[in-house]
């Protein structure tokens, strides 16, 4: 949608020979068509005008399959957007959750309540990719300013009402010191307001966050997957996590072994019929193990193509299919990459290369 909006023809970049180039083809394709139709072309030099997005540069657009990185999706993470989206009802920026009621033997439709959240808000802009417990103080720490400025002009109004017995020259002092103050304070009371509507907001998404973590014991998933792809030993067997009721929902626990799964090079039959029959058991939908396990099956295979596959491969292909071969090697694997810190997902990695106009990712799809 990006390339559209600025008018501006994109740079098509994809790997070779899955999913990804047969969607890049399709969208080259009706780009072109759309470039042969000077009537109604998106990316017409009059249009670009008309929207003020005249441009000689043009975007790129990378195509990746989802294949490349599955391990991502799956992680639960600890960042403040995240949790969001994974557990809260999130959509077009808005968040919709349950009221609690005052009175449980009322019987009734459930109340609800949505929060809109600005994309370019500053609290949002500044913590979304904060760790949670960052979170929860930064929201503490808007609250406490946010009191110290209410009880501010508390003290104001109050010092403004002098007692009766005040002389005249008392009188005069106290309201030359203070009017200027109580007319600043007056004129920020919409932006305090505002401030308080934001921080009550904000209170109530982390604490319907923390009561989900605390429910389902998701500090204690994330750690053992920081752990699983970090190669460190576990201090509880998987298969005692998953068979464990107190410990998480289904679904987090197969999201574990699915990791756990990624990050195992190799995994006997007996093995995986164990952690299956856990899954089932724990109520998990295993439709997802099986997937995997043709993923792993196709990846391998992938991997064992010959290199004459292409009769027009050229070095530069060879050296982006070996920047592809490592991202998929890393979720096979789970490196570090996925641990929160400056290190860089497999995506990350190839658009920065691309940018930076490397040689190994010369060789993709392009729309010229």
């Given at each position: ?78 960042t403040y957007q995240a949790l969001v ?78 007692e009766d017995s005040a002389s005249d ?103 995986m019929e164990k952690y299956v029959k ?91």
């Amino acid at each position: 949608a990006e390339p559209l909006c600025r008018s501006a023809v994109p740079i098509i970049r994809c790997p070779r020979g899955n999913a990804a180039e047969m969607v890049a083809e399709e969208l080259d394709k009706k780009l072109r068509e759309s470039l042969r139709n000077a009537g109604n072309s998106l990316f017409s030099p009059e249009l670009a005008m008309s929207r003020g997005r005249m441009s000689f540069q043009r975007p790129l657009l990378v195509v990746l399959d989802r294949g490349i990185d599955l391990a991502a999706s799956l992680h639960h993470t600890w960042t403040y957007q995240a949790l969001v989206h994974d557990l809260l009802d999130f959509k077009l920026n808005r968040i919709t959750m349950k009221e609690d009621q005052p009175d449980p033997t009322v019987q009734g439709k459930e109340k609800t309540k949505n929060y809109e959240l600005d994309v370019d808000a500053k609290f949002w802009q500044a913590h979304k990719g904060s760790p949670f417990p960052t979170v929860a103080e930064a929201v503490q720490n808007e609250l406490d300013q946010y009191r110290a400025s209410e009880d501010e002009v508390k003290r104001l109004k109050s010092v403004m009402g002098l007692e009766d017995s005040a002389s005249d020259a008392e009188i005069s002092a106290a309201l030359s010191e203070n009017t200027a103050k109580l007319t600043s304070a007056i004129s920020s009371l919409p932006e305090l307001l505002e401030r308080k509507k934001m921080i009550d907001m904000h209170t109530n998404i982390a604490t319907a966050l923390l009561e989900e973590i605390k429910a389902r014991k998701l500090d204690f998933f994330f750690e053992m997957e920081e752990k699983i792809m970090a190669k460190s030993s576990l201090d509880k067997p998987l298969l005692d996590i998953i068979t464990d009721p107190e410990t998480g929902s289904s679904v987090d626990k197969l999201r574990l072994f699915l990791i756990h799964y990624l990050a195992s090079p190799d995994m006997s039959s007996s093995d995986m019929e164990k952690y299956v029959k856990a899954l089932q058991e724990a109520g998990a939908d295993t439709a997802a193990v099986d997937y995997l396990k043709k993923w792993k099956v196709y990846q391998k295979m992938s991997s064992t193509e010959p290199a004459s596959r292409s009769s027009g491969g050229t070095t530069a292909m060879r050296m982006f299919s070996k920047l592809m071969t490592t991202g998929s090697k890393f979720v096979m694997e789970g490196v570090k990459n996925l641990v929160i810190g400056e290190r860089h997902l497999p995506v990350t990695r190839i658009v920065d290369a691309l940018m930076e106009g490397k040689r190994a990712v010369e060789a993709g799809c392009a729309a010229q």
